[in-house]
């Protein structure tokens, strides 16, 4: 951020501010849980966009969530949550 410029919050902040929320939940953003490399869970995701052992694509809303890794498999999925379990190289936000 440029020196001397004041951040503007949005009104998802300020409202995870006035009633003490997470600003994640509030924003609708997912939570992602790392275990290891072997397990990961995603709540609040909007479901696979893609599936491959190598490769799998989760809809996060405003952030599409890229699992890379070895013999993955999704072994539960829910509305609320996902459990995806294998050896896990990498997970990014894009």
Do not use: C, W
């Not at 052992?53 to 013999?71: A, K, M, W």
């Not at 539960?76 to 990014?92: P, W």
Request: charged share 25%; hydrophobic share 45%; no cysteine.
């Amino acid at each position: 951020m440029a020196e001397g410029r004041v951040r503007r919050r949005g009104p998802a902040e300020k409202a995870a501010q006035l009633f003490s929320l997470p600003a994640d939940a509030v924003a609708g953003l997912p939570l992602v849980e790392l275990v290891g490399d072997r397990q990961l869970r995603v709540e609040r995701h909007r479901g696979i966009l893609a599936y491959d052992p190598q490769e799998i694509h989760i809809g996060g809303g405003r952030v599409t969530i890229r699992v890379r890794g070895l013999g993955m498999e999704l072994k539960g999925m829910n509305r609320l949550e996902l459990l995806i379990t294998g050896q896990i190289f990498s997970v990014a936000l894009e």
